[in-house]
């Protein structure tokens, strides 16, 4: 039996390679086939964006065994959860866990658009002008926590196996960092696989400038809830090539240096007016 430091531990371990694994092999696709022409060098956007994934990285390091520790005392160190009860097998609690987390993340995300607060900490990722691998982990570290924190409740309600937790958790990053690759696919693998995963046209479209495009296409790994919601959206090929990524009013390189992005939810209003302008 494996004892709950330990999974923590491998978690941790694994979540670090996944990520460098899953962004390395996106950059490798994307310089094989590129879908757009970058706006600016990319070795400053790397540097912030990746040391940005670094600190979030320390942070899961730190508080993972903290959140471990209070979902123990929640629940008396049982598993509460639906799925052990219903007793079903492996691969249906898999596909469960994925598609209400995906449900539970697809709103989350909704949520950070929606409430100016949350908007704050969600615009650092948003505000990258061009969007390749590296964007996936462009986020405040306010963020992960509180999805974290949100998604939490969800994980104790259903109670999948740790390993269940742990892999649908190595998928969406890895997924990530598909989705935001600047990466060109056939015609028909796009179409093949935007049935069942979020595919880089797909993601793109949710990194416009244009408002109404940037609430649209939320999906993390699934693109499933959007057309059931009707938040889905497309972009013909001239358009996944021509439109504007990133955010009207955050575009200059010195607002996306990792310190600016750092304290950027509490400088928001004064260095940028008022909180969405398009
Ligand atoms: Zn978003």
Redesign the pocket.
């Known amino acids: 039996m494996i004892s709950q430091e330990a999974l923590v531990a491998a978690g941790a371990a694994f979540s670090l390679i996944v990520m460098v694994g899953g962004v390395a092999v996106a950059l490798g696709m994307e310089a094989l086939a590129p879908r757009r022409v970058r706006s600016g060098p990319r070795l400053w956007r790397w540097i912030n964006n990746l040391g940005l994934a670094a600190v979030n990285e320390g942070l899961l390091y730190a508080v993972a065994p903290f959140a471990v520790a209070v979902a123990m005392s929640m629940t008396g160190g049982q598993n509460i959860g639906l799925l052990p009860r219903l007793g079903v097998s492996s691969l249906t609690a898999f596909v469960a866990t994925v598609l209400c987390l995906e449900f539970a993340g697809y709103w989350i995300?909704r949520l950070?658009?929606a409430v100016p607060v949350l908007w704050r900490i969600?615009a650092v990722?948003?505000a990258d002008v061009d969007v390749d691998a590296t964007t996936a982990h462009r986020h405040h570290p306010l963020e992960p926590l509180i999805v974290t924190a949100l998604l939490m409740p969800v994980v104790l309600l259903l109670g999948p196996a740790p390993t269940i937790t742990l892999f649908y958790g190595f998928l969406r990053t890895s997924i990530a960092a598909f989705s935001h690759a600047n990466l060109r696919l056939s015609e028909a693998l796009e179409q093949a696989l935007g049935w069942v995963v979020v595919t880089p046209d797909f993601h793109r479209v949710?990194h416009s400038a244009v408002r109404p495009f940037?609430d649209s296409n939320?999906s993390n790994t699934v693109p499933l809830f959007d057309h059931l919601f009707g938040t889905a959206r497309s972009w013909s090929d001239a358009q996944q090539t021509s439109m504007r990524l990133g955010l009207e009013y955050w575009r200059d390189p010195v607002d996306s240096r990792i310190d600016r992005l750092l304290v950027a939810p509490l400088a928001y209003s004064s260095r940028f007016g008022r909180d969405r302008v398009n």
């Open positions: 995300h950070f658009h969600h990722h948003h949710h940037t939320f």
